[in-house]
């Protein structure tokens, strides 16, 4: 029998830790199969993951999503060796705890979260139309909720950084225009949905990593943020919960709830950004 052909496949990125491990686990459990885009590796002593590589219900792709070219590696062999994806989760991102730019040269935060979805998702379509959900979560934040301004100019080389509050939240800013703004188009021409999402305030702290979390957040994370299966569970539930067919192709959903969009009309300007990105630097 043809396991890869009937199975239900999710694909996420940065599947190995914080919020797209405790996704992975989940997908795991429901007998899902998962496609992992991840820069290094699952824990060793994790004996669902071990097993689920060894029954190839879990399949590992290397790639650090911000750099292009093993990006390109990474989605060549996607696109050789499987078959179908239902549900694309682009969700590797974090906050850096300095200005860092991508192999590219543009701000990493933006290569990383805003730019690198846009191409998974492009590179990918064939296979989502090959699934049965044909459903794209995009893994965003409601930290730009209290900004007041917001200069698309500044995305790709800002002149200031703050952590978290800063290039990290106008990237997921970003993330979400292009989602809404390109949704209706990959609706209608492609039948797919495309969706993004804030998984909320998550405890994903490790110890010995530099932290880009400003310091009395990293307090409020320890004492009081819950468990990234919080976090997973918002993603899981936009593209599975039983609320699904309730959220409107892109839509930008906050707490399990379609919540608005401020800076909606900066939208196209990132779309167009982002699609420049793809045709004149990726596909080139
Ligand atoms: C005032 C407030 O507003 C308070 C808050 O709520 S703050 C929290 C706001 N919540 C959000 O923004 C929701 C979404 N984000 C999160 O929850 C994140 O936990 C966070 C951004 C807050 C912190 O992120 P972080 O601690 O830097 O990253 P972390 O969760 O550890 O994930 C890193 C993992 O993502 C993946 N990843 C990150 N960059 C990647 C890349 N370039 N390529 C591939 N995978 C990547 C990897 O799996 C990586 O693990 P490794 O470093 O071991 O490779």
């Known amino acids: ?45 994790d004996i669902q993951i071990q097993q689920a590589i060894q029954d190839q219900r879990l399949r590992i792709y290397v790639a650090d999503v911000s750099d292009f070219e093993q990006l ?17 989760y682009n969700n590797a991102g974090g906050s850096y705890p300095e200005l860092s730019f ?6 990493l935060h933006f290569d990383t979260q805003t730019v690198a979805p846009y191409i998974i998702l492009k590179e990918l379509e064939k296979l989502l139309q090959q699934g049965n959900l044909r459903t794209v979560i995009n893994t965003s934040s ?84 819950p468990a990234p299966t919080h976090g997973a569970s918002l993603l899981y539930d936009a593209a599975l919960g039983e609320n699904r067919s309730l959220l409107v192709a892109g839509d930008y959903i906050v707490k399990g709830k379609t919540t608005r969009l401020k800076f909606k009309q900066s939208a196209s300007i990132i779309s167009e950004r982002v699609h420049r990105i793809y045709e004149q630097e990726y596909k080139r």
């Open 142 to 225: 409601a930290v730009f909720a209290t900004r007041l301004t917001f200069d698309p100019d500044q995305l790709e080389h800002p002149t200031t950084f703050k952590p978290l509050i800063g290039a990290y939240a106008t990237a997921k800013l970003a993330l979400s225009l292009w989602t809404s703004e390109r949704a209706s188009e990959f609706e209608h021409l492609k039948g797919m949905k495309l969706l993004s999402v804030d998984p909320g305030g998550n405890n994903t702290l490790r110890s010995g990593k530099k932290s880009g979390i400003p310091f009395f957040i990293q307090i409020l994370t320890r004492l009081f943020f």
């Open 1 to 45: 029998m043809d396991t890869k052909s009937l199975a239900r496949v999710a694909c996420i990125t940065g599947a190995n830790h914080g919020i797209g491990l405790a996704l992975t686990h989940r997908l795991l459990e429901e007998q899902w199969q998962v496609i992992a885009i991840i820069r290094s590796s699952f824990a060793t002593d």
């Open 102 to 107: 991508s192999p590219q040269g543009r701000e």
């Open 72 to 88: 390109r590696t990474a989605l060549t062999q996607i696109q050789a060796r499987e078959i179908h994806i239902d549900i694309l």
